[in-house]
């Protein structure tokens, strides 16, 4: 497994030093209120793919590793497959629509480019995510090279041929969902399919034997992604982009170490659920507890040297179109800590095939984030919706503590009967 999580993180860091160089440029290229346009189509994206996560990939994640024959595993392979596509198409229309709703009729490029980037991003995760539970982390790197490197000669071509398409925000869209779908283009063949009828009753049977789990799961998405980014939409509807921008500037930072958590559960979540259905007990909680403790020790380490060079980091990175960052980074710096805590926690609870319970910890954290929003909102306190995040992050991971200690303390009850 060593060397599985090793390959995941390498190919997460190459993704992260991208968003991380490309977000820094862009911060200092674009207006805020661009920037601030830009950070609402990207968390848009994220949405997207945590809705696919609850729909497709962590169903796909948590019970192909357990699945005995060949024949139940192509199964599940086609089934969602299919699905992911079809939600594809929906999710192109229903984003495009949106964002054209939310834009000016001015903007009605700006709002097919996101449209495009973010229908981009959901095909190219679910296969990454296929790649990682067959185990073939090497294709799945060489997958996420080709995306940076084809990107990054795109842009390059814009600065030095200095044309103005990089001043664009559809045009960096653009060219990031062109080259994620180039970059999966090999995967995007037709396989072997069966009819439509003997499709849907496929889909209708896998999903039917599934629906308990996904539905919670589905629940416990939305839930959580109020509870992480509810407060980035309302910033955009009550406070407008440039605010939006100034937020997600100080939260910049963080990203990377994001990424390391989606990388380490990437692999992990296949092996915690194999470790469980096989009552390896101590094997699981060895897992958890490790990776925990490591992304601790990674984050107080990232936070002491942050702190240290803040002085020369501020005016390099935002010069003089944000002001007072410090407070924000601080205050993103805490959130993004207890974000990684709840991260792990609540993918050894997927594992166990918890998602009812799962979904209760974030109902009770997205309560208790929105109504620190609202209040924010209506006091005019924009810095203070970062604390809509802490909070919320808090009691969810209160409630899943109490999830794990109950359903491994049984487990391992059950083991010694």
């Given amino acids: 497994m060593r060397s599985k999580v090793a390959l995941s993180v390498l190919d997460q860091a190459i993704i992260s030093a991208f968003n991380f160089a490309l977000n820094l440029y862009l ?13 609402v189509v990207l968390a848009a994206a994220l949405l997207a793919v ?25 199964l ?20 495009t629509g949106g964002l054209w709703l939310w834009l000016d009729a001015s903007q009605a490029d700006l709002a097919v480019a996101a449209g495009l980037y973010i229908a981009s991003q959901f095909l190219r995760e679910y296969h990454r995510a296929l790649l990682a539970v067959d185990g073939d982390l090497k294709a799945l790197l060489a997958v996420d090279v080709a995306y940076v490197l084809l990107s990054v000669l795109t842009l390059a071509v814009f ?4 044309y103005p398409a990089l001043q664009s925000v559809p045009a960096v869209l653009l060219v990031l969902s062109g ?23 496929e889909i209708r049977s896998v999903f039917g034997s599934q629906a308990h789990e996904i539905r919670w ?9 109020i ?7 309302i910033a955009a509807a009550y406070f407008g982009p440039t605010t939006v921008a100034h937020l997600q500037a100080g939260r910049i930072f963080f990203g990377p170490l994001n990424l390391l958590t989606s990388a380490w559960a990437r692999v992990a979540r296949p092996q915690l659920a194999r470790d469980f259905g096989n009552g390896d007990l101590p094997r699981f909680k060895t897992i958890l507890g490790h990776a925990i403790a490591a992304f601790v020790v990674f984050n107080v380490v990232f936070l002491i040297g942050l702190y240290w060079f803040w002085p020369y980091l501020s005016g390099i990175v935002f010069g003089d179109k944000y002001q007072s960052m410090g407070y924000i980074v601080a205050g993103w710096g805490l959130a993004n800590f207890v974000f990684q805590v709840r991260s792990c926690l609540s993918v050894g609870v997927q594992s166990l095939r918890r998602f009812r319970e799962l979904t209760a910890g974030t109902i009770y954290g997205a309560v208790v984030s929105m109504l620190i929003v609202v209040s924010a ?3 005019e306190w924009s810095s203070w919706l970062i604390a809509s995040v802490i909070v919320g992050e808090c009691v969810a991971i209160s409630v899943i503590l109490a999830i794990l200690k109950s359903y491994l303390k049984s487990g391992a009850a059950n083991e010694r009967s």
């Fill in 217 to 225: 799961s589905l629940l416990g998405v939305i839930t959580t992604d």
């Fill in 76 to 95: 599940l392979r086609r089934v969602f497959t299919a699905s992911n596509a079809a939600l594809t198409l929906l999710l192109l229309c229903g984003a």
């Fill in 27 to 39: 911060i200092r290229l674009w207006s805020p209120e661009d920037f601030g346009v830009f950070a």
């Fill in 179 to 201: 080259w994620g779908l180039v970059s999966v283009l090999v995967y995007l063949w037709p396989r072997a399919m069966p009819s439509l009828t003997s499709l849907l009753g």
């Fill in 377 to 379: 909102s209506v006091l």
């Fill in 227 to 233: 509870q992480n980014r509810g407060y980035l939409f």
């Fill in 159 to 162: 600065w030095f041929g200095g």
């Fill in 50 to 74: 945590m809705l696919q996560n609850a729909l497709i990939n962590t169903p796909l994640a948590v019970h192909m590793p357990v699945v005995a024959s060949a024949e139940e595993k192509a």
